[in-house]
């Protein structure tokens, strides 16, 4: 899968309020993201930087399906977990 669609799916899947798209103007690879009145294009070698990320961070998996939500942008909250003797 091309990491273009690989991000995209991963965006898509995350479940918020955002458009995902590609623009016929722009070069083949690239993604358009916009959330509300802000837009961001990312080129296609941003994309491609960004997917190995994810890829690296365990978020996604190569066909961009998620495997762990991310809270980017949110407050980190550590997790609790109760252990047992």
Not at 52 to 75: C, K, V
Request: aromatic letters at 8%; glycine letters at 8%; zero cysteines.
């Amino acid at each position: 899968m091309r990491a273009v669609d690989a991000v995209a799916r991963y965006l898509w899947e995350q479940g918020e309020e955002l458009d995902i798209y590609t623009d016929p103007e722009e070069p083949p690879g690239h993604l358009v993201v916009r959330e509300g009145d802000y837009t961001r294009v990312f080129s296609p070698e941003e994309v491609v930087a960004l997917a190995i990320t994810l890829l690296a961070m365990g978020l996604m998996d190569e066909r961009g399906r998620p495997l762990r939500r991310g809270d980017f942008g949110r407050e980190v909250r550590p997790s609790v977990v109760e252990v047992s003797a």
